[in-house]
C-alpha cells in the first residue's frame, strides 16, 4: 500500500552537492520515522539520516554537518541534501519507513537512487 520512490541521485565530483527526493503515497508521514539508509558494495548498510514524527532529525556522524534531511509535509516528500560529497558517499541510497506509527521497525522500502562521488 505504501510506496517510496527516491530520486536525485547520479554521479558528482568531489565537494559537490546532490538533493534526494523521496516520494510517499498511500499516507503522509506524519506519525512515522523516515529513514536514508546507504549500502555500498561491499559493505554493510547503514543508516545516514533519519526524520521522526516530532520532525527531530538524527544523523550518522560521517555525515553530519554534511547532510539535511528534511520532509516537505505539503507533498509528502522527504529529502536529503547532501553537500560537500566526498568519495566515501558513494553508494546506493534507499529511504524506509515503518508499517505501524512511531516505530523503527522499517517495513517500506524504495527501489534506491545511485549516489557516484568521483574524485
Known amino acids: 500500500q505504501v510506496q517510496l520512490v527516491e530520486s536525485g541521485g547520479g554521479l558528482v565530483q568531489a565537494g559537490g552537492s546532490l538533493r534526494l527526493s523521496c516520494a510517499a503515497s498511500?499516507?503522509?508521514?506524519?506519525?512515522?520515522?523516515i529513514g536514508w539508509f546507504r549500502q555500498a558494495p561491499g559493505k554493510e548498510r547503514q543508516s545516514v539520516a533519519t526524520?521522526?514524527?516530532?520532525?527531530?532529525?538524527y544523523y550518522a556522524d560521517s555525515v553530519k554537518g554534511r547532510f539535511t534531511i528534511s520532509r516537505d509535509n505539503a507533498t509528502n516528500t522527504v529529502y536529503l541534501q547532501m553537500n560537500n560529497l566526498k568519495p566515501e558517499d558513494t553508494a546506493v541510497y534507499y529511504c524506509?519507513?515503518?508499517?505501524?506509527?512511531?516505530?523503527?521497525?522499517?517495513?517500506?522500502w524504495g527501489q534506491g537512487t545511485q549516489v557516484t562521488v568521483s574524485s
Open positions: 498511500g499516507r503522509t508521514f506524519n506519525s512515522y520515522a
Open positions: 524506509a519507513t515503518s508499517k505501524r506509527p512511531w516505530d523503527y521497525t522499517y517495513d517500506y
Open positions: 526524520i521522526i514524527w516530532s520532525a527531530s532529525t
